[in-house]
């Protein structure tokens, strides 16, 4: 597998990674691992963090509020299936007839 470098809208080098998909792959999903990390190089607390900002975690955090996800994201006994969050990459892939 190819190496992968992540870097930030600014050029700096956050890491070293091993890709676990390919680039086709990667442009499909819309959240996924995309590589192991090997080697940080940033340093920590260097930026603000960011997370739980991205729409997935919004969504969740709505489900949460609503009550239909317990506080670890899981479903509540009221709700038989996990509710559908993001679409999965074979849904994008998917062609309509």
């Not at 709505?62 to 506080?71: E, F, I, T």
Request: some cysteine.
């Amino acid at each position: 597998m190819p190496w992968l470098l992540p870097m930030t809208t600014k050029g700096e080098a956050i890491a070293i990674g091993i890709t676990q998909m390919n680039a086709v792959e990667m442009l499909s999903c819309d959240h996924d691992v995309v590589a192991k990390v090997k080697r940080c190089i940033m340093e920590r607390d260097l930026y603000h963090r960011r997370w739980c900002l991205g729409p997935v975690a919004l969504e969740k955090k709505k489900l949460k509020s609503d009550g239909k996800l317990d506080k670890f994201g899981r479903p509540n006994a009221d709700r038989a299936s996990r509710p559908s969050l993001a679409p999965s990459s074979r849904d994008l892939l998917r062609v309509p007839p």
